[in-house]
């Protein structure tokens, strides 16, 4: 781990809906150009987490601060647009993730006029052809409405649409849990390309532990909104110390995995 | 080539128009009938042979002629004329009604879809309890306080029609803010206003269309009744709902022309647009489904 800054700080982050309790005493750190994995079960408050980070939802206690400044809610749209640049998330759904009557190059340029009023027509074809590249669209797939697209295929736009606003750091919620495995392996390769050309940070969400150790250096395990392990993500994937992670682990089928072990560990779980 | 010097021939143009996907044959003529009375509206009294107000007795309830295809009313003025002038007030009101009503409508829903809240509960609460009073009564008390015409019968009506779109429109407003794409504009940093015009009305746009054409239906026959009754557009003035009222009297003395013909009128129009308003609806649903 480098000493460099954080792009995200939070700490003691807490929300409640209603009486119930969503996410409870929550703190962890980002550092510049990092990668930090949440996993933990549905339900574990991970996406609240992301929500609220991103100001779609606003804390009930806790502080978030991203690039050292605090992130009140009520923001000027002046600062929601620099908060842009700091913060991009991409969503779990591949099929609400895009406005259906959107083309894809609209919906990139639709980005870059927000962000980079400074460019003309030409400047900004010529980052859309960067941002196409980068995640693999061609001429045709460009002019094409969503519907005509494959969820993996859609899921790539989110990405390059989050990319078009050149963000300091990107969430990606679940963002391939939607995809069958070989697309999933395609954009997870694409996300650590992209991190290894840019000095972009993720925040990856996901209950799929693979995914976790394949593209991020610390990892946070969550159950029922609390925070149970932080960790390098290698350490605390292969040598738990909560007893959750090892169930968790003990939850990823592999050779001789069967789902009645489980038994054992859940108890009234059937 | 030499296709391209022959005249177009009407076969050919006619093969251009091609059948609408996924309209049934009702909605085939529903269209057709739709563009016909737009056409009437905008047109009809351009085309007119007579002046509709021209007055002569002695032709009073005269019959039809090469000239005069439906014959004269009671005042011995062509009927013809005064149904094609008639197109124009019977629909200019409707049209309005729903302008007014599918803009307020619209706004109004958006913007409770898109605060939440107690915005959202104080604004369905007043459109949930206006929805109690009947459009019909709301426009003739209007018109009892203001005096009767047009204007008030309008602008009351469009008053009335606002919750019934505001309504439909603020179910499909909240299914599409509630979407991703939508959450991935404001972290962008795109301004509520801008998300709404671009993204969400475009989106909610077919479910406006169809609710807007049932509306037309219903306004007509709300704008006919209340000059039927002498509450809105008033005499001399050809109105198929005034049309229908003076022809009561023909009707009992056995001429039965101008009542019959301008109801035949009011029931084509409203049908198609009524049939063509649920259809749209439906493909609306079927598509934000």
């Known amino acids: 781990m480098t000493s460099s800054a954080s792009i995200v700080e939070v700490s003691g982050l807490q929300k409640r809906f209603g009486n119930h309790v969503a ?14 994995g949440i996993v933990g079960e549905s339900g574990s408050g991970k996406t609240t987490i992301a929500r609220m980070l991103v100001g779609l939802e606003v804390p009930t206690a ?23 640049r700091e913060l991009q998330i991409v969503f779990q759904d591949p099929y609400s993730t895009l406005d259906p009557r959107q083309t894809v190059d609209s919906c990139l340029d639709e980005v870059l006029r927000l962000h980079r009023p400074e460019l003309n027509r030409k400047g900004r074809l010529s980052r859309m052809n960067d941002l196409a590249d980068m995640v693999g669209f061609d001429s045709r797939q460009r002019r094409a409405l969503p519907r005509r697209l494959s969820g993996g295929q859609r899921q790539r736009v989110a990405i390059a649409r989050a990319l078009a606003v050149e963000p300091s750091a990107i969430i990606l919620d679940e963002s391939v849990s939607a995809l069958d495995l070989s697309i999933q392996a395609q954009i997870l390769n694409l996300l650590a390309e992209i991190r290894s050309e840019t000095s972009i940070a993720y925040i990856l969400i996901s209950h799929d532990l693979a995914v ?46 069967h789902p009645t072990r489980l038994r054992n560990i859940f108890p009234g779980g059937s | 080539m030499t296709a391209l010097n022959t ?69 011995g003025r062509d009927i013809f004329s005064r149904l094609l002038h008639g197109a124009r007030s019977s629909f ?23 605060r939440k809240g107690w915005i959202d509960a104080t604004l369905a609460g007043i459109l949930d309890s206006s929805l109690a009073f009947p459009g019909l009564l709301l426009a003739v008390m209007v018109v009892a306080i203001v005096g009767p015409g047009i204007q008030s019968t309008v602008i009351a009506l469009s008053i009335a029609y606002t919750p019934y779109m505001a309504r439909i429109v603020r179910s499909a407003a909240i299914t599409e803010i509630s979407k991703d794409y939508v959450a991935a504009a404001r972290v962008q940093g795109f301004s509520a206003l801008t998300i709404c015009v671009r993204h969400v009305i475009p989106n909610i746009m077919p479910i406006v269309l169809g609710q807007a054409v049932l509306t037309v239906a219903w306004a007509t026959v709300d704008i006919a009744g209340l000059s039927y009754l002498g509450l809105g557009i008033q005499p001399p003035a050809a109105d198929w709902g005034i049309m229908l009222a003076n022809g009561q009297t023909g009707v009992l003395q056995g001429y039965p022309m101008e009542a019959v ?27 934000a489904a």
């Open chain 1, 62 to 84: 806790g502080t978030i601060r991203v690039g050292g400044r605090d992130r009140m809610p009520h923001a000027s749209v002046a600062e929601r647009r620099r908060r842009a």
């Open chain 2, 92 to 114: 200019l009101g409707p049209l309005i009604i729903v302008a007014a009503a599918s803009t307020a409508g619209m706004t109004l829903a958006i913007v409770g879809a898109w």
């Open chain 2, 7 to 75: 005249p177009i021939a009407p076969a050919r143009v006619l093969r251009t128009i091609r059948p609408i996907p996924g309209l049934d044959v009702v909605g085939h003529v529903a269209v057709l009938l739709v563009i016909l009375f737009a056409c009437l509206a905008a047109f009809g009294p351009l085309i007119a042979p007579h002046d509709p107000n021209a007055v002569n007795l002695s032709l009073s309830y005269g019959g039809s002629d090469t000239e005069h295809p439906i014959g004269y009313d009671q005042q």
């Open chain 1, 212 to 257: 976790i150790r394949q593209l991020t250096d610390t990892c946070v395990v969550m159950q029922h909104g609390r925070v149970l392990e932080v960790g390098e993500t290698g350490a605390v994937l292969d040598n738990p110390q909560s007893e959750y992670t090892k169930l968790l682990r003990s939850c990823v089928p592999g050779p001789g995995w």
């Open chain 2, 261 to 287: 013909s301008a109801g035949l009128c009011l029931i084509i129009a409203i049908c198609s647009f009524s049939l063509l308003g649920e259809r749209i609806s439906r493909r609306g649903e079927a598509i």
């Open chain 1, 23 to 36: 996410v409870d005493d929550v703190t962890f750190t980002v550092p510049e150009g990092g990668s930090v």
